[in-house]
């Protein structure tokens, strides 16, 4: 629904119907809102919302337990679709004159040009600081000091970066596509490294004088040792690289930075850019395994990598599920999703573990604990 257009008005028995979730819909105060593409990215649950489905939830987003950010207020008015009479008791949803003449007007046009960029409308094409209905890319970088707060203003609504079809393409992977790709590398990898250490000729060497022969059996521990290894890497990327503050006068720097991961903060549920295109990941995995097999005996560090590589697998698929599963309540994965969504929507400088937290402790840069 347009911003211009005056309310839809819906009757008591009109909300309290749409209480399912193939249908939800709930209220603050009188406003009207259609939650339904919503349920499965709610970090408390569906559940959570389909009991309070035809209801007034303006406590809840004031908590207890916890108030929600002015980020989440902003990303529910995208769900608005108008206003309930309390007055009126029939079934029937009235619509202003006016209202039906512009939407029959609109609906023409819509007809004659369908548009990619109605999945949500609450985005002003007028007044938005982009103009949404070209590519970004090349836009971001003129925004300047406001880059930083616009583009931590999350929407629900798809990005297109670049007109070129082929090179727009490039930029979007199906989540199976990680998988499909990496895991057959592990498992080669896995066989190489353990049958290669079972023929006792990798060492460790301490200095000229001492080694430590690495056996085969040393490889479970040592494959684990670089799953820890890449969730500390998880973190220094996503802290130091992915939420670096690009200079506000530098327009390629803030072109790189949205290119990087200031378009997932714009549109954290654009689900065909949630994971890394294999082709753009193949280059950083590359440069691991080059240094890992240029410090350690070689196929030590081959052991270390595809313990990483596979960390990474898991890391992809973790960070698509935070956005897209649903989690049972007070599982790990829960507990992650609901400090995932946080780290979107209210602590962008904070939070920067994706699989675990371990390393946002040390490092102080843990979200306070709340209860969903």
């Known amino acids: ?25 709930v209220l603050l105060g009188t406003r009207v809102y259609d939650v339904t593409g919503f349920l499965r990215m709610h970090p408390g649950g569906e559940a959570l919302i389909l009991r309070r489905a035809g209801n007034d939830i303006s406590p809840e987003l004031e908590g207890p337990p916890h ?9 529910m008015e995208q769900y608005y679709i108008g206003e309930q009479d309390k007055d009126c008791d029939a079934d029937e949803t009235q619509v202003k004159p006016t209202a039906r003449k512009r939407r029959k007007s609109k609906e023409r046009t819509e007809d004659e040009e369908p548009s990619p960029l109605s999945k949500c409308s609450q985005v002003n094409l007028d007044t938005d600081l982009v103009d949404w209905r070209k590519p970004l890319a090349w836009q971001v970088g003129h925004l300047g000091e406001k880059y930083d707060t616009w583009v931590h203003q999350p929407v629900d609504r798809p990005i297109r970066l670049f007109g070129n079809y082929f090179l727009e393409a490039s930029t979007k992977t199906s989540w199976y596509m990680v998988p499909v790709v ?24 301490a200095n000229t004088d001492y080694s430590i022969l690495v056996h085969k059996y040393s490889f479970p521990f040592i494959f684990l040792m670089g799953m820890i290894m890449w969730t500390f890497l998880e973190y220094c990327i996503h802290r ?37 295109p ?6 950083a995995i590359g440069g691991l395994y080059l240094l890992l097999t240029k410090i350690f005996p070689e196929t030590l560090g081959v052991s270390l990598f595809v313990g990483g590589l596979f960390g990474y697998v898991v ?56 209860t969903f």
């Open 1 to 25: 629904m347009s911003l211009s257009d005056s309310p839809r008005v819906f009757s008591k028995k009109e909300v309290a119907r749409h209480c399912t979730k193939d249908s939800c819909w």
């Open 67 to 75: 108030r929600h950010s002015e980020n989440a207020r902003r990303w």
């Open 182 to 205: 990496w895991i057959p590398l592990v498992i080669y990898l896995s066989w190489y490294s353990y049958t290669t250490l079972g023929q006792e000729t990798t060492r460790l060497f």
């Open 240 to 276: 130091f690289v992915f939420h670096m503050r690009p200079p506000a006068h530098n327009y390629y720097l803030i072109t790189i930075h949205f290119l990087l991961h200031g378009q997932h903060h714009k549109s954290p549920y654009d689900g065909s850019r949630l994971v890394f």
């Open 278 to 283: 294999p082709g753009l990941a193949s280059v």
């Open 315 to 370: 890391y992809d698929m973790i960070h698509y599920y935070l956005h897209y599963g649903s989690p049972k309540r007070n599982s790990y994965l829960y507990s992650l999703k609901a400090y995932h969504v946080k780290h979107h929507f209210e602590h962008q400088r904070a939070g920067f573990g994706i699989t675990t937290t371990l390393w946002d402790r040390p490092f102080n840069t843990l979200i306070p604990e709340q």
